[in-house]
């Protein structure tokens, strides 16, 4: 199947500083990519979808000058958190629709823990 | 409502069954998964039914669909230690690419 690799996997960092994580589809073109946030013991929020070349679509809620998502390319989406606080702390997920599928099936990245001291 | 619910924990012991139950909220929801996601990982795909279908069988994995109520199952025969994971089911709005998770049901297995 298609594989999306995400990195870092984990990342500690101080509060008031900038963390990008990336999401790659590694084997295919993805046009859509999708960010989640996962609290523990909890399902997966939808924070907003990615779209090559253009602006990412925010779920309501969602601060977008907080959580920058770029689509640079077909295999490439970042999500970077500004200014990370605590309430931060997350474990955030990336999908990534493969255009020759019929079947909506999404692939998902490993996730990235991000602690935020 | 809004919201994909399952209910959060299942036990079984290893050899049995599990079925693990999900109401979801589309009617019009053109396909309907299951992801498997383990300790700290991301999600994997178990398997999907499209909204036509009642049923498909996928080795040991029976998904029931039942459009009616709209609920959504899923039977893993044969239950091994390996299967203790959270299981999402997700449905796709229609129209969008846009998944929409299920609460995650904890299946944890004893040997």
């Known amino acids: 199947g298609a594989v999306v690799s995400q990195h870092p996997s984990r990342v500690i960092c101080k509060s008031g500083t900038s963390v990008k994580i990336e999401c790659r589809s590694l084997d295919f073109q993805a046009t859509t990519m999708f960010w989640y946030r996962q609290f523990p013991k909890q399902s997966l929020m939808l924070m907003a979808t990615?779209?090559?070349?253009?602006?990412?679509?925010?779920e309501q809620g969602v601060e977008k000058d907080k959580f920058l998502i770029n689509h640079a390319s077909l295999t490439l989406s970042t999500l970077t958190v500004t200014s990370a606080h605590p309430e931060d702390s997350s474990f955030y997920i990336c999908?990534?629709?493969?255009?020759?599928?019929?079947?909506?099936?999404?692939?998902f990245g490993e996730g990235s823990r991000l602690t935020v001291l | 409502g809004e919201d994909v619910e399952q209910s959060l924990f299942l036990s079984v012991r290893e050899g049995d069954s599990s079925v693990i139950n999900c109401t979801y909220t589309?009617?019009?929801?053109?396909?309907l998964y299951w992801y498997k996601q383990e300790p700290g990982a991301g999600l994997q795909l178990l398997t999907y039914i499209f909204s036509n279908m009642d049923m498909k069988q996928d080795q040991r994995l029976t998904v029931l669909l039942n459009k009616k109520d709209k609920h959504l199952s899923l039977r893993i025969a044969d239950t091994q230690t390996g299967d203790s994971a959270i299981y999402f089911c997700?449905?796709?709005?229609?129209?969008?690419?846009?998944?929409?998770f299920g609460t995650g049901t904890r299946l944890k297995v004893l040997a």
């Open positions: 990615s779209n090559e070349g253009s602006k990412a679509t925010y």
């Open positions: 589309d009617s019009s929801s053109t396909y």
């Open positions: 997700a449905e796709i709005k229609a129209g969008t690419y846009k998944y929409i």
């Open positions: 999908s990534a629709r493969a255009g020759t599928t019929n079947t909506g099936e999404l692939f």
